[in-house]
């Protein structure tokens, strides 16, 4: 059976990850792979993961099953800490732990799809490279609509909003909660509130994909247009992600959200999810919801929201320092305005390849980079590097 098989290529990032660990050069940089990387380049484990670690260790009495839902707990704060502690909004939300925030998108496009398997799911262009395959594999058609202009370094809203006026009722737009990744680009809490009113009018359903809440303006702040979003319209659906803003990566903690407009509604949406979890995964890991429960239910919440505010001010102070660095190969001035880790520089996939062939700074083709694996070590290496291809 398996003789029949060819080898596939290496997927565009990972396998960056792979050439820039081979590459001897000592003045490599890695703007690749989309992890948070202190001044030494390392993905830090959080003071407030330490610290709850330590006690969950010390505490923690058994390895059993939690079930497809997961931990109940780690379910109720992460959907305060998504939705706010608001009681007319909590009673209308359901949310189940998944492995991870593409296990809740792929949860989320598999209930969709038992729904409605007419249903076509609406992403942006660009999106997240990963959307794509999580949502297709469910067996939902697919179709884009414009969001990033190239020329302007912003949201094209207009032309996003004449084609999302075509969406038709039953159908599921997805959508960027902040710091759009690849493009740094998000929407104005007006504009949110243009997309809540058409999805009223037409019919159509949100779809959220929040990964970085706290990455951009802050906590609160990063969940002000999907609030809007719940709190407006009867139904919506919210995929979260622990990854970045608890740096649990390798953990696969998050969890999809069902908001709905009834209590009665979303457990009922709820019971299908972990139907869909049970034939899928059976049940989510544990120790990365048992982590963010301690954090977000006790004394180290403010721990953590420090932590938090350090990783978002680093990438911002770093966005300044890129852009100045650039100031006399062009106009970078967009840096600075764009938020979360990730930004378009712009350059044509034959530059980003001389970039990586004639000086080891290693990106995906789209010039897509990530702000984070910038730091005082490599700017001006990186710097001059661009000027060079430019």
Known sequence: MFETLQALPADPILGLSVAYREDPNPDKVDLGVGVYKTEQGQTPVLSSVI?????????????????????????????????????????????????????????????????NPQATIWVSTPTWANHIPLLGSAGLKLQEYPYYDPASQSVNFDAMVEVLKTVPAGDVVLLH??????????????????????????????????????????????????????????????????????????????????VSATA????????????????????PPAHGALLVEEILTGDLKQQWQQDVAEMRERIHSLRLLLANALADAGDFSFIPQQKGMFSFLGLSPEQVGRLKTEHSVYMVDSSRINIAGVNSGNIDYLAEAIRKVL
């Not at 702040?221 to 803003?245: F, H, T, W």
């Not at 009665?264 to 049940?283: D, P």
């Open 51 to 115: 610290a709850a670690q330590n006690r969950l260790v010390a505490t923690e009495q058994t390895k059993a099953y939690q079930g497809p839902v997961g931990s109940e707990g780690f379910n109720v704060a992460l959907q305060q800490l998504i939705l706010s502690d608001d009681p007319a909004l909590q009673q209308r939300a359901a949310t189940l732990q998944s492995p991870g925030g593409c296990g809740a998108l792929r949860l989320g496009a598999e209930l969709i799809r038992e729904i």
């Open 177 to 258: 909660g902040c710091c759009h990744n690849p493009c740094g680009t998000d929407l104005t809490l007006e504009q949110w509130q243009q997309l809540a009113d058409m999805a009223r009018q037409q019919g159509f359903t949100p779809f959220v994909d929040l990964a970085y809440q706290g990455f951009g303006d802050g906590i609160e702040e990063d969940a002000a247009g999907l609030r809007l979003l719940a709190k407006q319209l009867p139904e919506m659906l919210i995929a979260s992600s622990c990854s970045k803003n608890f740096g649990l990566y390798r953990e696969r903690t998050g969890a999809i959200t069902v």
């Open 264 to 283: 009665e509604a979303s457990n009922n949406a709820r019971s299908h999810l972990m139907k869909v979890a049970r034939g899928i995964y059976s049940m």
